[in-house]
């Protein structure tokens, strides 16, 4: 098994920052992607962005060149660095391990973003 602990989330005005934090632990691997997805009130949960263990990423259309996401390998950590916060990023992101073909999720941590 696979745990996931996120830190972070907070209230935040628009235009603030905020720096989201996902310590892995327990049966990790080498190979793996690590990401954050979010899910706001009524809506699907969707991806924001994700990182491989060799350091590649991908992003949202609606985050790119907002939120910068980036890994610890020695501390098995994955961060998310989100500037320029907008009302709509407003949900519970949820920190995801995929590694030999299994999810992991973490409990979540909300993000709340005041107009």
């Known amino acids: 098994q696979v745990q996931l602990v996120e830190s972070g989330g907070d209230l935040v005005q628009a235009g603030g920052s905020l720096r989201l934090s996902c310590a892995a632990s327990?049966?990790?691997?080498?190979?793996?992607?690590m990401g954050w997805y979010r899910q706001a009130p009524g809506k699907q949960r969707e991806l924001v962005a994700t990182i491989t263990n060799r350091g590649f990423t991908n992003y949202a259309d609606s985050v790119k060149g907002r939120f910068t996401i980036s890994a610890d390998t020695a501390k098995n950590t994955v961060y998310l660095q989100m500037n320029s916060l907008k009302s709509d990023d407003t949900a519970t992101y949820y920190c995801?391990?995929?590694?030999?073909?299994?999810?992991?999720w973490g409990k979540g941590t909300l993000v709340t973003v005041s107009s």
């Open positions: 327990g049966m990790i691997t080498t190979i793996n992607t």
């Open positions: 995801n391990r995929y590694q030999f073909g299994v999810h992991y």
